[in-house]
């Protein structure tokens, strides 16, 4: 028996092997299957997709054997290795390299063995795929060719299965580095908030006692802190709302009537915007999650309009799917190249709003990500004749009733 040398890389061969992780891997049927479609090609009894390690060959798939792995001095496929094309033995019994291996004088009395390289993106062999038989026999080109077919496909699965693998790893780091940032954001926000109000309120308090007589320079300083803190309560608390978004889907479903939120929004909004209404009596949903979405999108259409009466349609609509909530407005609507991003956390395309106001670009980032959380949405889009149409889309009832009670079954 004449074991085969290593591979003249074998340092860099054995990394490139361990960086598909499949070493002791569990049976996969897609593997199976490549094997015994080798066997049924090649007409062989045996057949396996062995991977060559340090010491031992192991093998991930195989047909017609019981072992899991063998050494690596009696391996076959420790030679084919080292091959360009198909290695091929016709008859093992006179091959002065095998003719003594445990695997032909044994129990397996192997007799011929044909085994084409499994080649790693970096172009390195990381085993074969191999068929077996116990009697000697020749091998046909077209048998080869078909060898190589398979072995090319074999490595598509090594290939699929590595990207699945970097793919999970990097939505694991994602995922922990996002919730690293939400527990840090609860922890600011937390500690913030008060003294934010705090000094906004003993702002105001000095800036309202008229016993201090505070020349003008200084109630200027003073304003200006007061136009700072209030800047900076509005954003905590929007980044508060957004990080805990959750809150808004413990609300229980409910059947609301419409047409007193209707006079709600047509009582806040009445000498800024002239709204038409197009909604049925009443919709199926979160009350305060309800009037949430169409108070922002009305809230943003007031601000941002250029003439003092902004015109606001509302439409509601119900589908096998759920409700489709659409509002129109011809105000200033938000510039095409924006739409992208309008909806990002933080964008916003203007400092202030045409009242002075800060603008932080929270709100259409909390609706969005509050609707995703039960598979509803929000899209943005350029009105035919100016202005901004926003399309949100709630998910059917029986859908979130469902969902609210797996949620429910999952805490016990």
């Known amino acids: 028996m004449i074991p085969a040398k290593k591979h003249e890389q074998e340092a860099a061969r054995l990394a490139a092997l361990d960086s598909y992780n499949i070493l002791d891997s569990l049976p996969e049927q897609d593997y199976e299957d490549l094997v015994n479609l080798a066997s049924k090609i090649c007409g062989t009894p045996m057949s396996i997709i062995s991977l060559v390690d340090t010491d031992r060959q192991w093998f991930k798939a195989k047909k017609g054997l019981e072992a899991e792995e063998t050494h690596r001095d009696l391996a076959f496929c420790a030679h084919a290795i080292l091959q360009d094309e198909v290695f091929v033995v ?48 020749t091998f046909s080109e077209e048998e080869k060719q078909a060898l190589e077919i398979l072995g090319r496909q074999v490595i598509r699965l090594f290939e699929l299965r590595k990207k699945q693998r970097e793919v999970e790893e990097a939505l694991a780091k994602e995922q922990k580095r996002h919730a690293e940032l939400e527990r840090f954001a609860r922890v600011a926000l937390k500690d913030l908030r008060t003294p934010m109000r705090n000094i906004a309120s003993v702002t105001r308090l000095l800036l309202a006692d008229g016993k201090l007589a505070l020349p003008d320079t200084k109630r200027q300083m003073m304003e200006k802190v007061l136009q700072s803190a209030d800047r900076l309560k509005s954003m905590l608390e929007g980044l508060w709302n957004y990080n805990h978004a959750d809150k808004y889907l413990e609300e229980d479903l409910k059947d609301i009537p419409l047409l007193p939120m209707q006079q709600h929004f047509q009582l806040a909004y009445g000498q800024k915007a002239h709204l038409e209404w197009n909604m049925p009596p009443s919709l199926y949903y979160r009350p305060k999650l309800f009037k949430l979405l169409v108070d922002e999108v009305i809230d943003n259409s007031c601000r941002f309009a250029q003439q003092d009466m902004v015109w606001i349609n509302i439409n509601l609509s119900e589908t096998s799917r759920g409700y489709h909530l659409t509002i129109t407005d011809n105000g200033a609507g938000i510039a095409a190249q924006a739409l992208p991003q309008a909806k990002e956390l933080f964008f916003s395309e203007k400092d202030k709003d045409k009242n002075g106001q800060p603008c932080h670009g929270i709100g259409l980032a909390l609706i969005e990500k509050v609707l995703q959380k039960e598979g509803g949405s929000i899209q943005l889009s350029e009105a035919p004749k100016g202005g901004l149409i926003v399309d949100i889309k709630i998910p059917h009832p029986d859908i979130l009733t469902e969902l609210g009670a797996s949620a429910k079954s999952d805490q016990f």
């Open 90 to 137: 016709e008859d093992a019994k006179k091959d002065e390299r095998f003719w003594d291996n445990p695997l032909v004088t044994g129990p397996l009395n192997l007799g011929f063995y044909a085994g084409v390289p499994l080649l790693g993106k970096e172009g390195l062999p990381l085993g074969t795929l191999c068929v077996l038989d116990e009697k000697p026999r």
